[in-house]
Nanobody, 123 residues
Framework: QVQLVESGGGLVQPGGSLRLSCATT????????IGWFRQAPGKEREGVSC???????TYYADSVKGRFTISRDNADTVYLQIDDLKPEDTAVYYC?????????????????WGQGTRVTVSS
């Protein structure tokens, strides 16, 4: 059974950094694409980054390039490093898994979702 659990969110000042974690079960990281999405209050869910299962290829939305870094360990966790946080990064961040190995940011095609972790950027 595939499960995803996010952690690492919190309250951070502008310019700060956070590392979000997505712990997975089911030994999926070599086979599934893992995506990170976020949803700000009153806005639609937005894809920010993903990593492919087959080759570890990564992709970033233009809005986060240069500040977000996605990575995975050799076991079961995918990370999202967020640097130079801005107030507009405030959102609930979700990770999701898609059995189609190559990453993309089409939320509707991800089959499994975590419960989310909240990131608040404020001084």
């Amino acid at each position: 059974q595939v499960q995803l659990v996010e952690s690492g969110g919190g309250l951070v000042q502008p310019g700060g950094s956070l590392r979000l974690s997505c712990a997975t079960t089911g030994n999926i990281l070599d086979f599934y694409a893992i995506g990170w999405f976020r949803q700000a209050p009153g806005k639609e869910r937005e894809g920010v980054s993903c990593i492919s299962g087959s080759n570890g290829g990564t992709y970033y939305a233009d809005s986060v390039k240069g500040r977000f870094t996605i990575s995975r360990d050799n076991a079961d966790t995918v990370y999202l490093q967020i640097d130079d946080l801005k107030p507009e990064d405030t959102a609930v961040y979700y990770c999701a898994a898609d059995p189609w190995s190559y990453c993309h940011l089409i939320a509707a095609e991800y089959d499994y979702w975590g419960q989310g972790t909240r990131v608040t950027v404020s001084s």
